[in-house]
């Protein structure tokens, strides 16, 4: 955990395996570091992010909840990249992130939509110019990980979502590909075929737009993503 958790029980946190990286693992908590040298868009709030240090693996691992319109995102993964090249450039780096990401098709041309949504297009061509690459590939990713309308069960009416306009419109904000595994590609290989997508708590991957998260066999509004990757 970082030392800083959020208020609003949404904290990022990083999980070791002492399997993966021995008993004698002694993680460090450097959050305040990136946090201090950040000077994107958006603010980030306590919590949001978390930076594990590994110094006898030589690892960083990162954990980020973005902002709803991922607009902290590219500051982020820049900050990320600026000071892994000046203060850790023999550190291996892992960076779990919500990049709340929009399908470029629901942005399209609408100045005002650009100014408050991030796309997945453009966080796509940041990683691979910073020499990053993710879970899905060179690509632009096109499986949405989150489809979550609201009800109008709860108190912000302006955001609740009809039923029949679930399945009518298929570009909207709130169903996109947001969630990422993000590592240099001079470090580690992708594995062929292992990236997954889980919303169903079954290991499987419903795309159905008609189907919502959470539901009722999956408590989370965000789909597992997790992947396989091998160290160069």
Sequence with gaps: ???KVSKNNQTSIVCISKAKFGEDVKPEDITAVFHDKYNGKMGINPGDLCVIQLPMQKYILVS????TGGLATPGLLSTIDELVKKDYSDYKVLI???CNTYYQEMIGDDEKKKKKFYSVKACNDLINKLGMNHCFGEGVPDKHTTNCPRTYLQPQLNK???RDDIKAKK???YRAPKDFIIFYGNQFKLIDGKTQIDNTGKGEYNGNTEYVLPSGTFPSDHAIVYTS???K
């Design 96 to 98: 779990g992130i919500d």
């Design 160 to 162: 609740a979502v009809k």
């Design 171 to 173: 570009f909207v904000n």
């Design 1 to 3: 955990f970082p030392k």
């Design 229 to 231: 990757i091998q160290a």
């Design 64 to 67: 980020f909840h973005g902002d």
